[in-house]
């Protein structure tokens, strides 16, 4: 294959990507054909032949690991797995380790042990010099009848006789390896019908009993290596810089090599890639299982069969080694149309070529699970594919497929049953979320009016999940309520929100909090109900039986815009589940709203960003003029360290506190307020251009002015202390104060000191970017 590279080749149709691998020479016509029309597949007279008392075939997925380079020559690797996100994840990995330079690989001869048991031995270790003495005979009779494989350089190479301690009847064990070179073959045949042969001629030269002679799957005599050198920045991601990948792989392999309840897991995703490629190429995956797990224990204590490091230039560096003893002629080759077609795209032209290709892939698999497992957890990628099979299940057609797996992830409820009422809808031609400028009571009422004519839908048959986003506040808390301006944006916490219609009554729950809504609870009995109730009013549907479901992953209370998150959350599902469309600036319009009923007099901040999702520069509406927001954007990402004090903040208290400070001294306060205006009219230039370093200043300088306004409390102090500290370019609450949450800009040493000191003190942190 000239080219292991297929650019959206996972977007193409099952035709498409046959034709394409047709064109690229990957596959014959007469082979395009045969997949094309399902002829590779075994018929049941042909599998008759293979095991015994066959009813049928069974079928599994064929797919293709893409991107993969090994010593400079590129391969195709087909790839025989019913699990989720195991080929996406593998093809991914090998596409950083190309850009890198690809895989080094490396093995030894393929050679296979066979053992003959030797017991009833009156003189074991006479018997055991005897029979070294006169290994040549042995290794001799051995080969005599296998010329062919002689020929071919393979055959018996070598005897080698050990002595064990004594069994309870049967004297010393004495156990002799024939040790056999079985070239392309697997060679289990091979090497047992060549332990069979020289049975006799040992038990005469020993005089003892031969009783089992059979070959060993610990095939320790056929290591294989694989090696891959990335650069940090190559694995940088949306959300998480190279540095931190790298760093959280290493210390994901740490973890394996310290403790074999996570080296066991840590195996059986390496073994997830180099299974499906044996399966593939018609090898005996439960053979290289077994020697995998038996050499993973070698030294007494089962560990990994990679190790993960940073060389010198700072480099990731992963390594495998581990045993791989396959076979590339032979009669399940040739018996399997299936395995024989997957030979041919993979183009290898050994057995050792084959093992080092296996090799390559366990080592990006394994790369794949830590490099997702140590940032934005496993189950995303997952959740997706995951989808594609349930879309399957619930029987979705070519024509719908993908919309009804984006809605299925959407939904966050992966299950047949919910993907069945999804292709109901999109049948039905009932689209999620629109957009229209304003909320528009004409469109409400509209789709009010359809839903009444249409028939009942049952609890549960909606699809309305959405999210709210979290924020932070770079520069110009407080001062953004009195007209100036702020930078805020958006975090990777969010809350998401599920609505389902009901037969009657209000119902919101918030399990993550602690707080619920009930139908028979009293209006205006805390503010939570009061949002619901404001949501469903504007909306239309007050007199509507409606469920919320709130998945809240941000804390409360923490100064990082949960309420405005909870309310746009909330107003896109409920919005959702009655088919109604609102623009952003709707949705953001009315979270102000309920901003107001949490907060008194918010800035307007919070909703925006929570609707939006992006970095903006924001300054308030006032009587004359509609509020202003201009996007920032940032020429690298700007990695913050988010604090967590532990201590509730209440906005609402801060921002009145303040408010009765400036009643008393205006003028005093209002030349406070210009000075953070201008803090982040500047941060905001700093930002777009890159100076990180004035960034920091900025944000040092912003936290002095809101230290001055008393909205600092002793925990934030301490936070911005340690931040400092540790390496921080500037450190400064975040939002209302009193407590909750502050920010920290890493400074050249990275975000891990940071954290690992705010961690030590006793507080949570965690890691976001600015984009």
């Given at each position: 294959?000239?080219?292991?590279?297929?650019?959206?080749?996972?977007?193409?149709?099952?035709?498409?990507?046959?034709?394409?691998?047709?064109?690229?020479?990957?596959?014959?016509?007469?082979?395009?054909?045969?997949?094309?029309?399902?002829?590779?597949?075994?018929?049941?007279?042909?599998?008759?032949?293979?095991?015994?008392?066959?009813?049928?075939?069974?079928?599994?997925?064929?797919?293709?690991?893409?991107?993969?380079?090994?010593?400079?020559?590129?391969?195709?690797?087909?790839?025989?797995?019913?699990?989720?996100?195991?080929?996406?994840?593998?093809?991914?990995?090998?596409?950083?380790?190309?850009?890198?330079?690809?895989?080094?690989?490396?093995?030894?001869?393929?050679?296979?042990?066979?053992?003959?048991?030797?017991?009833?031995?009156?003189?074991?270790?006479?018997?055991?010099?005897?029979?070294?003495?006169?290994?040549?005979?042995?290794?001799?009779?051995?080969?005599?009848?296998?010329?062919?494989?002689?020929?071919?350089?393979?055959?018996?190479?070598?005897?080698?006789?050990?002595?064990?301690?004594?069994?309870?009847?049967?004297?010393?064990?004495?156990?002799?390896?024939?040790?056999?070179?079985?070239?392309?073959?697997?060679?289990?045949?091979?090497?047992?019908?060549?332990?069979?042969?020289?049975?006799?001629?040992?038990?005469?030269?020993?005089?003892?009993?031969?009783?089992?002679?059979?070959?060993?799957?610990?095939?320790?005599?056929?290591?294989?290596?694989?090696?891959?050198?990335?650069?940090?920045?190559?694995?940088?991601?949306?959300?998480?810089?190279?540095?931190?990948?790298?760093?959280?792989?290493?210390?994901?392999?740490?973890?394996?090599?310290?403790?074999?309840?996570?080296?066991?897991?840590?195996?059986?995703?390496?073994?997830?890639?180099?299974?499906?490629?044996?399966?593939?190429?018609?090898?005996?995956?439960?053979?290289?299982?077994?020697?995998?797990?038996?050499?993973?224990?070698?030294?007494?204590?089962?560990?990994?069969?990679?190790?993960?490091?940073?060389?010198?230039?700072?480099?990731?560096?992963?390594?495998?080694?581990?045993?791989?003893?396959?076979?590339?002629?032979?009669?399940?080759?040739?018996?399997?149309?299936?395995?024989?077609?997957?030979?041919?795209?993979?183009?290898?032209?050994?057995?050792?070529?084959?093992?080092?290709?296996?090799?390559?892939?366990?080592?990006?698999?394994?790369?794949?699970?830590?490099?997702?497992?140590?940032?934005?957890?496993?189950?995303?990628?997952?959740?997706?594919?995951?989808?594609?099979?349930?879309?399957?299940?619930?029987?979705?057609?070519?024509?719908?497929?993908?919309?009804?797996?984006?809605?299925?992830?959407?939904?966050?409820?992966?299950?047949?049953?919910?993907?069945?009422?999804?292709?109901?809808?999109?049948?039905?031609?009932?689209?999620?979320?629109?957009?229209?400028?304003?909320?528009?009571?004409?469109?409400?009422?509209?789709?009010?009016?359809?839903?009444?004519?249409?028939?009942?839908?049952?609890?549960?048959?909606?699809d309305a999940d959405q999210v709210g986003y979290g924020k932070i506040i770079v520069l110009g808390e407080h001062a953004v309520v009195y007209g100036g301006h702020a930078i805020a944006a958006p975090i990777n916490l969010s809350i998401r929100a599920r609505a389902e219609k009901r037969p009657?009554?209000?119902?919101?729950?918030?399990?993550?909090?602690?707080?619920?809504?009930?139908?028979?609870?009293?209006?205006?009995?805390?503010?939570?109900?009061?949002?619901?109730?404001?949501?469903?009013?504007?909306?239309?549907?007050?007199?509507?039986?409606i469920h919320v479901d709130v998945f809240a992953h941000l804390p409360r209370a923490s100064g990082l815009g949960a309420s405005a998150a909870l309310a746009v959350a909330v107003i896109r599902a409920v919005a959702g589940c009655f088919n109604i469309s609102l623009s952003d600036r709707a949705?953001?319009?009315?979270?102000?709203?309920?901003?107001?009923?949490?907060?008194?007099?918010?800035?307007?901040?919070?909703?925006?960003?929570?609707?939006?999702?992006?970095?903006?520069?924001?300054?308030?509406?006032?009587?004359?003029?509609?509020?202003?927001?201009?996007?920032?954007?940032?020429?690298?990402?700007?990695?913050?360290?988010?604090?967590?004090?532990?201590?509730?903040?209440?906005?609402?208290?801060?921002?009145?506190?303040?408010?009765?400070?400036?009643?008393?001294?205006?003028?005093?306060?209002?030349?406070?307020?210009?000075?953070?205006?201008?803090?982040?009219?500047?941060?905001?230039?700093?930002?777009?251009?890159?100076?990180?370093?004035?960034?920091?200043?900025?944000?040092?300088?912003?936290?002095?002015?809101?230290?001055?306004?008393?909205?600092?409390?002793?925990?934030?102090?301490?936070?911005?202390?340690?931040?400092?500290?540790?390496?921080?370019?500037?450190?400064?609450?975040?939002?209302?104060?009193?407590?909750?949450?502050?920010?920290?800009?890493?400074?050249?040493?990275?975000?891990?000191?940071?954290?690992?000191?705010?961690?030590?003190?006793?507080?949570?942190?965690?890691?976001?970017?600015?984009?």
């Amino acid at each position: 294959m000239a080219d292991s590279r297929l650019p959206k080749f996972h977007k193409l149709s099952v035709d498409d990507r046959l034709a394409l691998l047709r064109d690229h020479g990957a596959l014959t016509q007469a082979d395009y054909e045969a997949l094309l029309g399902g002829k590779y597949v075994l018929t049941p007279e042909q599998a008759d032949r293979l095991t015994e008392n066959v009813i049928g075939t069974f079928s599994l997925p064929l797919g293709l690991g893409l991107n993969f380079q090994l010593n400079d020559r590129d391969y195709l690797v087909p790839m025989v797995v019913e699990e989720p996100s195991i080929i996406a994840a593998v093809s991914s990995a090998a596409k950083v380790v190309r850009r890198a330079g690809g895989f080094t690989t490396s093995s030894d001869e393929p050679l296979l042990i066979g053992q003959l048991q030797i017991l009833d031995l009156d003189e074991p270790l006479k018997a055991i010099a005897v029979l070294e003495a006169r290994k040549d005979e042995v290794i001799a009779l051995a080969n005599s009848g296998h010329p062919n494989m002689v020929r071919r350089g393979g055959g018996a190479r070598d005897l080698e006789v050990f002595r064990h301690a004594r069994t309870a009847k049967n004297g010393d064990l004495v156990v002799a390896h024939l040790v056999v070179d079985t070239r392309d073959a697997m060679g289990a045949n091979l090497v047992n019908s060549m332990c069979e042969a020289v049975a006799p001629l040992v038990e005469q030269i020993t005089g003892g009993r031969v009783f089992l002679r059979i070959l060993s799957n610990l095939t320790d005599r056929a290591l294989v290596r694989a090696r891959a050198m990335v650069p940090a920045a190559l694995l940088e991601t949306s959300e998480f810089s190279g540095e931190r990948v790298r760093d959280g792989i290493v210390l994901a392999s740490e973890f394996a090599e310290l403790d074999p309840y996570r080296a066991t897991t840590h195996n059986k995703g390496i073994m997830n890639g180099i299974d499906a490629v044996a399966l593939a190429t018609g090898n005996d995956w439960r053979a290289i299982e077994a020697a995998a797990h038996a050499f993973a224990a070698r030294d007494g204590r089962y560990s990994p069969l990679t190790r993960w490091s940073v060389d010198e230039t700072g480099a990731l560096v992963g390594e495998l080694e581990m045993p791989l003893k396959v076979g590339t002629v032979g009669g399940q080759v040739e018996s399997n149309p299936a395995v024989k077609l997957a030979h041919t795209l993979l183009g290898v032209r050994s057995a050792t070529e084959l093992a080092e290709v296996m090799a390559a892939v366990g080592l990006a698999q394994n790369m794949a699970a830590l490099r997702a497992l140590s940032t934005e957890g496993i189950q995303p990628g997952h959740m997706r594919l995951h989808a594609r099979a349930v879309a399957v299940a619930a029987g979705a057609d070519r024509g719908i497929f993908d919309e009804v797996v984006s809605r299925l992830v959407a939904s966050g409820d992966i299950k047949v049953w919910k993907a069945r009422r999804i292709i109901d809808q999109v049948n039905q031609g009932l689209p999620p979320t629109g957009a229209i400028s304003v909320i528009d009571r004409a469109a409400i009422d509209a789709a009010r009016a359809a839903n009444a004519r249409s028939a009942p839908i049952p609890a549960g048959a909606t699809d309305a999940d959405q999210v709210g986003y979290g924020k932070i506040i770079v520069l110009g808390e407080h001062a953004v309520v009195y007209g100036g301006h702020a930078i805020a944006a958006p975090i990777n916490l969010s809350i998401r929100a599920r609505a389902e219609k009901r037969p009657s009554g209000l119902n919101v729950s918030i399990p993550d909090w602690d707080m619920r809504v009930a139908p028979d609870q009293p209006v205006g009995v805390d503010t939570l109900q009061q949002v619901a109730a404001l949501i469903t009013g504007r909306l239309g549907v007050a007199d509507e039986g409606i469920h919320v479901d709130v998945f809240a992953h941000l804390p409360r209370a923490s100064g990082l815009g949960a309420s405005a998150a909870l309310a746009v959350a909330v107003i896109r599902a409920v919005a959702g589940c009655f088919n109604i469309s609102l623009s952003d600036r709707a949705v953001s319009e009315l979270a102000y709203e309920c901003e107001q009923i949490v907060h008194g007099t918010p800035s307007g901040i919070d909703n925006t960003v929570a609707t939006f999702g992006r970095p903006i520069l924001y300054r308030k509406a006032d009587a004359t003029a509609q509020s202003e927001i201009q996007g920032i954007y940032t020429p690298q990402p700007i990695p913050i360290v988010i604090g967590l004090t532990g201590v509730k903040s209440l906005t609402a208290h801060t921002v009145g506190r303040v408010r009765e400070a400036w009643k008393r001294n205006p003028t005093r306060y209002e030349q406070i307020f210009t000075q953070i205006n201008d803090l982040a009219l500047a941060g905001a230039d700093a930002m777009e251009s890159g100076n990180l370093i004035e960034l920091g200043e900025l944000m040092n300088i912003n936290q002095g002015m809101l230290n001055a306004l008393q909205v600092s409390s002793p925990e934030l102090e301490e936070l911005v202390d340690i931040a400092r500290r540790a390496g921080a370019l500037g450190a400064k609450l975040t939002g209302g104060g009193g407590g909750g949450a502050m920010i920290a800009l890493a400074g050249p040493d990275g975000s891990e000191p940071i954290m690992n000191a705010m961690r030590r003190a006793g507080y949570r942190s965690f890691l976001t970017e600015i984009r």
